[in-house]
């Protein structure tokens, strides 16, 4: 390329030797190669951290797989041993005596949590996103998107603190039993059936995930929502279709897949939210939730509350069982944020949420 | 014949009330739709309101809203059907719904707002700012004990999480848009996908990595949590924000010779620079919540400590969330303060991401690009383009580089 531009340039100023003006060429060479090698590292760098994060989790916790094997995904125990007794060493690992830790109540605590989450988020995020663009006067709807965007920053800490405060013992005293009552004993629905609680637990958990799920989703949403060719739009209602036409025949076709993406979006910072699941959930160990009022916990949660005990056993298993656990919710969500770009990426471009857990 | 449909047609433009044949503008919003609105809602107060506590004496807010919100949608559509019929009534219906969705979203962060403001402002006094937990026990008055040092140590956390992160988001951002290559969209990906794990995978990984080698939580371990966290926010707005800047600007950078970082630095990112100070502070605005990776971290203190590389810091956030535990009158008052602080922070960077990048500098420019006044209800990435433009506007160049969004041309767009 210097070689091309060197040739082209002498014969117009044939003047001074091209020595100045080679060295200045070279120069300029070098410092384009510089940028884009500079902001090739830069840009790699995520891509290196992300792999080096999991790599160093996933050797952090490597004498927890090595132990706990299969029984981590199946088992229900969360037993730390004794920290008096003697240290025995199954595969060679330093654990305490009757160490055993089985991850199943976390992970279906994690899957549950989101669950409820999204079934409630989901149609209020895509009524709230076709509201914003459809519905409402410009003068509603854009401080609504400006409402919208400062939800999903809202600190997941005060979310927490007004859930268990102020949301779950609202719910528990006038709305889960009602909701018990109407429920059938049928096999699925019983799992609707009291004794309803204090508020603390999946189902005011969900709903708090749902609260901090719906922004992100509606932001989504509505970002696809603005571009659906407006000509598409306005020749459906040239035919005479209401406003509800349109949106059921003409946008919403339009970006059904986005809308998969936008939601598994949700999930996925649902999947991932900690603290304020640490601080709804009940936090419990070893059981896997009852009913839908009973209290539970999630990978992440137990992450968070169970970091402090896990210091006092002195062999670091009850840390490593912690990594190994943070392993499994990395790989999860990193599948499912991976699913949801795919999905969302052959609509159109995804629009930038804000906030996360 | 003729004659009828013509009158039927003038009674139908005076009055929309004749059972066929007449012109529905679902769009059309009258005052008497007001009226309607308001009648059928407090009919459906009045009605459930007797239901539920004369008849039944069933009791508790929520039932009673969920209810009458019930009861409303039955008795809209009913009366537009009856008025307008039923492919009106439909779409009222389902406008209805929609609404109520864009409610429900809005509900959780008015009472949140509501129980933050009502829990923390009567307790929140000057010293807050000026002291710190130092000798403040069980026993303490609730005025007691501040949040001085959890304020020094989020103001070094975050600003260290910015000084180590946000040259890497807009270096990457750059990389992702101005050169591209086969390596962008892999990159895109796991970028996007960072932006959805979990924040304390950070804290773990931070963890594992700092905390444990050195044997000491610091703010700076801290910091490194945050910069992960504040990376794909901040890089994904400096995408989108560079992907406005229109392909001309940077064609007549080339045109006048300028190499690819010159471009970049004096007319693609002072173009985008508005749009930059938004990414930037919405990056800034939600690292400043982050709890989960900090009680990894920075462990949290209850005295001053200013030097974020040495010893456990606190954290704005991490105060509210180990206070509000705690059973001593105090520290629960100096959690709620806190956490109206930490509240008042966040909005306050959202309102300042938004003015520095729309309408402050738009209205500087809005002389040379638009009619007065024509903006105001404008979204906010026309407002970007406004500025993005409006040294092209000023050049001399012709007016019509203002191309509407819709015409954005995807075969121009070097992501795909």
């Keep these: ?357 | 014949m003729k004659k009828k449909r013509r009158a039927e047609d003038t009674k139908n433009s005076e009055q929309a009330s004749g059972p066929q044949r007449r012109i529905v503008k679902t769009r059309d919003f009258k005052p008497i739709d007001v009226g309607l609105l308001t009648v059928t809602v407090v009919a459906a107060y009045s009605i459930v309101w007797i239901v539920f506590n004369q008849l039944t004496l069933l009791s508790g807010e929520p039932g009673l809203v969920i209810c009458t919100v019930g009861v409303f949608l039955a008795l809209y559509w009913f009366v537009n059907l009856q008025i307008y019929g039923r492919h009106m009534a439909v779409d009222r219906l389902l406008g209805g719904l929609v609404t109520l969705g864009a409610l429900c979203m809005m509900l959780p962060l008015v009472l949140l707002v509501y129980y933050v403001f009502a829990k923390g402002l009567p307790l929140l006094s000057l010293n807050r700012f000026t002291e710190t937990q130092a000798g403040v026990g069980p026993l303490s008055p609730i005025s007691k004990g501040g949040f001085l040092h959890a304020i020094v140590g989020t103001l070094e956390q975050v600003a260290l999480a910015a000084v180590m992160g946000i040259p890497i988001a807009i270096l990457t951002a750059v990389f992702l848009n101005e050169i591209g290559g086969r390596i962008a969209s892999s990159v895109r990906t796991v970028v996007t996908a960072m932006s959805g794990t979990p924040a304390i995978l950070a804290g773990v990984f931070i963890y594992s990595i700092w905390v444990l080698t050195v044997h000491d939580y610091s703010g700076f371990a801290a910091s490194l949590a945050l910069a992960i966290l504040l990376l794909p926010t901040v890089t994904r707005g400096t995408e989108e924000v560079l992907r406005i800047v229109h392909n001309d600007l940077r064609e007549a950078s080339m045109a006048l010779g300028a190499p690819d970082w010159r471009t970049v630095w004096s007319v693609v990112l002072p173009t985008a620079r508005s749009g930059l100070v938004t990414s930037i502070l919405l990056g800034i605005a939600v690292s400043i919540g982050e709890t989960a990776p900090l009680i990894m971290t920075v462990f949290g203190a209850q005295v001053m400590n200013a030097n974020p590389f040495k010893n456990p810091q606190a954290a704005l956030p991490l105060v509210v969330f180990q206070q509000i535990k705690l059973p001593s009158q105090s520290a629960v008052a100096l959690g709620f303060t806190c956490s109206l602080v930490l509240f008042i922070i966040v909005f306050t960077l959202f309102v300042l991401a938004r003015v520095l990048g729309s309408n402050w500098l738009q209205k500087a420019f809005r002389g040379r690009t638009k009619g007065p006044g024509e903006s105001s209800n404008e979204a906010i990435v026309e407002d970007l383009m406004a500025v993005a433009l409006a040294p092209a506007m000023s050049m001399g160049l012709p007016s019509d580089y203002e191309k509407p969004r819709d015409e954005y041309d995807p075969d121009e767009d070097t992501r795909t």
């Design chain 1, 1 to 357: 390329m210097s070689l091309v531009r060197t040739e082209a340039a002498s014969p117009s100023n044939p003047g001074p030797p091209s020595d100045s003006a080679s060295v200045r060429e070279r120069l300029r060479n070098a410092e384009t190669v510089l940028w884009h090698r500079g902001t090739f590292v830069a840009a790699v760098l995520p891509f290196l951290g992300l792999a080096f994060a999991i790599t160093v989790v996933a050797i952090k916790g490597w004498p927890a797989i090595l132990v706990n094997g299969t029984h981590f995904f199946t088992g229900s125990t969360w037993q730390p041993g004794s920290t008096y007794g003697s240290t025995v060493y199954p595969h060679g690992v330093a654990t305490p005596q009757g160490a055993s830790y089985g991850a199943w109540p976390l992970i279906l605590g994690t899957v549950q949590s989101s669950a409820i989450a999204l079934i409630l988020a989901v149609p209020i995020s895509i009524g709230a996103a076709i509201a914003l663009t459809e519905r409402l006067p410009r003068s509603i709807a854009r401080p609504a998107n400006f409402a919208v965007e400062l939800l999903a920053g809202i600190p997941s800490v005060l979310f927490g603190l007004w859930g268990i405060l102020t949301l779950g013992p609202l719910l528990a005293r006038d709305v889960y039993p009602h909701i018990a009552s109407i429920m059938p004993d049928v096999p699925v629905l019983n799992f609707f059936n009291s004794p309803t609680g204090h508020g603390e637990g999946l189902f005011t958990s969900g709903i708090v995930l749902a609260i901090m799920i719906v922004p992100i989703i509606t932001a989504t949403t509505v970002e696809l929502f603005r571009q659906v060719p407006s000509l598409n739009q306005e020749g459906a209602r040239a035919l005479g279709m209401t406003d509800a036409e349109v949106t059921h025949s003409v946008t919403i076709p339009w970006v059904r897949n986005g809308i998969i993406g936008a939601s598994i979006l949700g999930l996925a910072r649902a999947l991932g939210e900690t603290i304020a699941i640490a601080m709804i959930s009940g936090a419990i160990l070893g059981h896997t939730a009852q009913n839908i009022y009973s209290p539970m916990t999630t990978i992440a949660a137990t992450i968070v509350s169970q970091l402090d005990s896990s210091f006092t056993d002195a062999t670091g298993f009850a840390t490593a069982t912690l990594a190994e656990a943070a392993l499994v919710l990395a790989v999860i969500s990193v599948v499912v944020n991976v699913i949801a770009r795919f999905i969302v990426h052959r609509t159109g471009k995804l629009g930038g949420p804000v906030g996360r857990g």
